[in-house]
């Protein structure tokens, strides 16, 4: 099937046929829309999660990271921020060396500093997305995306974590020490880097690994040395207290197995044993495809889709990461022609992302299976060519 017609330009001047090219621009309109609704709605009584962030680097400016971690203490600065109370739980779950972010966008006004943070973190997500599909039509596809609005709406870091796994995989053949340093900035979000090990170790990319390690160990001992110890204990110490909070959300925000055991009416028992039970198929088959003799791209594209599944905590606006699956996929499709169904197979990826906006279930852990099997799909495929030539 045609996707594309190639200039005469090597990688310059791409056409998308018409009927990828209508959808795509429909879904960016569909943003486009959304995210203006979204803000001429906007309440006195709205709370962004960008204040989360804004605020926790104010009180490491002042010498508090580790009061921080204290809802009690982060609480009255949010509000005092936002100018009306909070409803809910906007604690600070990250690592310290986070503040290394928080801190810098806290010295802005609020406003100016949500709109570089959004902004920042978009280009970083568009670089990358572009970077995997090999031409300038990456940054339209990138930009049509559903899961970019919820991240443009709340000031969430989604696009930051795509941008940071996107451009690892897309530099690890090339440049891998520059590939260990984006997952070592990963581990601001450590549960997003749990297969990468994996890949690694069983792959032999040993230069990817230790480049990775020596930055999250420098960025851990810097954050030691500029925060103290005492914001490292109460991250650890607080981890627990935040999973307890957060189960008394909407379940339907989860988008991951356990979200929809939750969501479904199956108890805490249950949801942990099922993740349990996808986590350790997803790093099987990890480990099992980083052995192979699959094409890279597959590589990438399954370990960019497991690294969703492995994951109890995964929101909406963490869904920005399917975007790097789907652009390996397409890049793929692109040069080797595209299977039965898998077009169709990434729109309905897209519009099942694009319906939480809708209906507050977990459609975007749907939507990371559906390209899961796409990568399956791609991935026994070649194989049979493979067994067959």
Same mark, same amino acid.
């Given at each position: 099937?045609?996707?594309?017609?190639?200039?005469?330009?090597?990688?310059?001047?791409?056409?998308? $046929?018409? &009927?990828?090219?209508?959808?795509?621009? $429909?879904?960016?309109?569909?943003? +486009?829309?959304?995210?203006?609704?979204?803000?001429?709605?906007?309440?006195?009584?709205?709370?962004?999660?960008?204040?989360?962030?804004?605020?926790?680097? *104010?009180?490491?400016?002042?010498?508090?990271?580790?009061?921080?971690?204290?809802? @009690?203490?982060?609480?009255?600065?949010?509000?005092?921020? /936002?100018?009306? &109370?909070?409803?809910?739980?906007?604690?600070?779950?990250? &690592?310290?060396?986070?503040?290394?972010?928080?801190? &810098?966008?806290?010295?802005?006004?609020?406003?100016?500093?949500?709109?570089?943070?959004?902004?920042?973190?978009?280009?970083?997500?568009?670089?990358?997305? *572009?970077?995997?599909?090999?031409?300038?039509?990456?940054?339209?596809?990138?930009?049509?995306?559903?899961?970019? +609005?919820?991240?443009?709406?709340?000031?969430?870091?989604?696009?930051?974590?795509?941008?940071?796994?996107?451009?690892?995989?897309?530099?690890?053949?090339?440049?891998?020490?520059?590939?260990?340093?984006?997952?070592?900035?990963?581990?601001?979000?450590?549960?997003?880097?749990?297969?990468?090990?994996?890949?690694?170790?069983? @792959?032999?990319?040993?230069?990817?690994?230790?480049?990775?390690?020596?930055?999250?160990?420098?960025?851990?001992?810097?954050?030691?040395?500029?925060?103290?110890?005492?914001?490292?204990?109460?991250?650890?110490?607080?981890?627990?207290?935040?999973?307890?909070?957060?189960?008394?959300?909407?379940?339907?925000?989860?988008?991951?197995?356990?979200? /929809?055991?939750?969501?479904?009416?199956?108890?805490?028992?249950?949801?942990?044993?099922?993740?349990?039970?996808?986590?350790?198929?997803?790093?099987? =088959?990890?480990?099992?495809?980083?052995?192979?003799? =699959?094409?890279?791209?597959?590589?990438?594209?399954?370990?960019?889709?497991?690294?969703?599944?492995?994951?109890?905590?995964?929101?909406?606006?963490?869904?920005?990461? +399917? $975007?790097?699956?789907?652009?390996?996929?397409?890049?793929?499709?692109?040069?080797?022609?595209?299977?039965?169904?898998? /077009?169709?197979?990434?729109?309905?990826?897209?519009?099942?992302?694009?319906?939480?906006?809708?209906?507050?279930?977990?459609?975007?852990?749907?939507?990371? /299976?559906?390209?899961?099997?796409?990568?399956?799909?791609? $991935?026994?495929?070649?194989?049979?060519?493979?067994?067959?030539?």
């Amino acid at each position: 099937m045609a996707t594309y017609e190639q200039s005469e330009a090597s990688g310059v001047g791409t056409k998308l $046929a018409r &009927p990828v090219e209508l959808i795509s621009f $429909a879904l960016l309109v569909t943003n +486009l829309v959304c995210l203006f609704i979204a803000y001429v709605q906007t309440s006195d009584s709205s709370v962004p999660d960008f204040v989360t962030p804004w605020a926790a680097g *104010r009180m490491a400016l002042s010498g508090q990271a580790a009061a921080a971690y204290d809802w @009690s203490s982060l609480k009255p600065l949010e509000e005092s921020i /936002l100018g009306h &109370p909070v409803n809910g739980y906007l604690g600070w779950p990250y &690592p310290p060396t986070v503040f290394f972010i928080a801190v &810098p966008l806290s010295l802005l006004p609020y406003t100016g500093a949500f709109v570089v943070w959004v902004f920042g973190t978009f280009i970083a997500y568009l670089v990358a997305i *572009r970077a995997i599909i090999g031409d300038r039509v990456g940054y339209f596809l990138a930009a049509s995306f559903p899961a970019v +609005l919820a991240n443009f709406i709340i000031g969430q870091n989604g696009l930051l974590s795509a941008g940071l796994i996107g451009g690892a995989l897309m530099l690890m053949e090339r440049q891998p020490i520059t590939a260990g340093l984006l997952l070592g900035l990963l581990t601001y979000k450590p549960h997003l880097g749990l297969l990468f090990p994996i890949a690694l170790f069983v @792959s032999g990319r040993w230069q990817v690994f230790w480049s990775a390690g020596v930055v999250a160990t420098v960025m851990a001992g810097a954050s030691w040395l500029a925060f103290g110890g005492e914001s490292w204990n109460a991250f650890l110490f607080g981890i627990g207290h935040t999973v307890r909070i957060e189960t008394f959300a909407d379940w339907g925000k989860l988008q991951s197995a356990f979200g /929809l055991t939750r969501t479904l009416g199956g108890s805490e028992t249950l949801a942990w044993l099922i993740q349990a039970a996808v986590a350790l198929v997803v790093a099987g =088959a990890i480990a099992l495809l980083w052995r192979s003799k =699959a094409t890279y791209e597959i590589k990438a594209a399954g370990l960019s889709t497991g690294v969703m599944l492995v994951t109890s905590h995964l929101l909406i606006y963490d869904l920005a990461i +399917l $975007a790097v699956p789907l652009a390996f996929l397409f890049r793929l499709g692109c040069e080797r022609g595209f299977l039965v169904h898998e /077009l169709p197979g990434m729109g309905l990826a897209c519009l099942l992302v694009l319906m939480f906006a809708f209906v507050v279930v977990p459609v975007g852990f749907i939507a990371v /299976l559906v390209v899961a099997t796409l990568v399956v799909h791609r $991935a026994l495929s070649e194989h049979r060519a493979v067994a067959i030539s």
